[in-house]
């Protein structure tokens, strides 16, 4: 009996380590595989890491210079130009080149303001808006170009005349500012130019905020428009030429003006002293050159009124408003 029960022990030992044994087989097995497929997975994101930065080192970068951009109308959105900006990294010469640009699309476009004009029985007649391209701010767009937006605004500004039939009552009621000059009733060429730049001038309306442009208003002064061959000063010399005398009606206006209390946006010298203003009181003006500009800085329009008498030899500009606005 004794001896039975020792082989039950026994046999019960072995069991028990065969069960220890076959359980530490089982979980080396499970550990060495779980191993293997942390491994294989480990090896596999490393693959994956390893072809993302191949693929980030085979894939081009873009840079500005390389792309070609749209230049478009701010008012339309149509495009005006393509732009390729090859010259971005060298600043000197790209700044150059982009100045250069928004400077001519700016001659295409820069358009200066038909003023209003007064008819004989008190209505406002023409006018047309002023067109500006403003180059600095196209200059500065440019300045800022990225590789995500290939649009570039170019910016486009349009201002109507600021008059209304409503604001234009009784507008010539009171005088602002008047200035007359001289001139000599028998040089007739001469007084014919001053006529018809006067003529020009008469009864423009500026409403707050409006530009005049001597040269624009009066227009190119030609044979085929009437204007005669007569004495003017360039180079400090006198010689003759089509449209001689005009500068007595546009130094004439500058003091009427002036008077008023108008703002002079520009304004040149003769080269050589005039007999019709005192010193430093001249406006010289040039088709295609020198210009007087100036602009109505009242928050009320004014009208302009321009009269040469031949025959007396009296040059007479007055400026006028209406008798409520002041």
């Known amino acids: 009996m004794g001896g039975f029960n020792y082989m039950k022990k026994v046999l019960g030992a072995l069991l028990l380590g065969a069960t220890i044994v076959s359980a530490f087989i089982a979980y080396s097995m499970y550990t060495n595989h779980s191993a293997k497929q942390t491994a294989a997975i480990e090896q596999k994101q490393a693959a994956k890491k390893a072809e ?21 109308d701010s008012r339309t959105g149509q495009v ?18 982009i100045k250069q ?21 008190g209505s406002l007649t023409g006018g047309s808006k002023q067109i500006i391209l403003k180059e600095a ?15 570039v605004k170019v910016p486009i500004y349009e201002t109507a005349p600021n008059v209304t039939a409503a604001s234009a009552q009784g ?23 001053v006529q ?13 905020g409006d530009s005049f442009s001597y040269n624009q208003t009066v227009g190119e002064r030609t044979a085929e428009r009437g204007y005669q061959p007569a004495p003017e000063i360039i180079n400090k010399q006198l010689v003759m030429g089509i449209g001689g005398g005009i500068c007595q009606t546009s130094s004439t206006l500058f003091n009427a003006i002036d008077g008023a209390g108008l ?19 001249d406006a010289t003006v040039s088709w295609g050159g020198p ?12 009208i302009i009124k321009a009269y040469a008498n031949v025959n007396t030899g009296v040059l007479t500009v007055d400026v006028r408003t209406s008798q409520r606005s002041i």
């Open 291 to 302: 210009d007087f500009k100036f602009t109505n800085n009242k928050d009320y329009p004014v």
């Open 52 to 72: 993302k930065k191949t693929e980030k080192k085979k894939k081009p970068v873009l840079k500005v210079e390389d792309l070609t951009y749209q230049l478009k």
């Open 101 to 121: 640009l928004a400077s001519e699309l700016a001659k295409g476009i820069d358009t200066p303001m038909q003023n209003i004009k007064m008819d004989a029985n």
């Open 196 to 208: 018809l730049s006067a003529e020009a001038i008469n009864n423009v309306v500026l409403g707050p």
């Open 137 to 151: 701010e196209l200059v500065k767009n440019l300045q800022n170009l990225n590789t995500k937006q290939l649009d």
């Open 171 to 193: 507008i010539a009621d009171v005088s602002l500012a008047s200035y007359s000059t001289r001139f000599r009733p028998s040089d007739t060429s001469r007084n014919r130019n």
């Open 263 to 281: 703002q002079v946006t520009a304004r040149s010298h003769h080269s050589k002293h005039v007999g019709y203003v005192p010193a430093g009181r």
């Open 80 to 97: 005006m130009k393509e732009f390729k900006p090859v010259h971005y990294k060298d600043k000197d010469v790209y700044d150059q080149e």
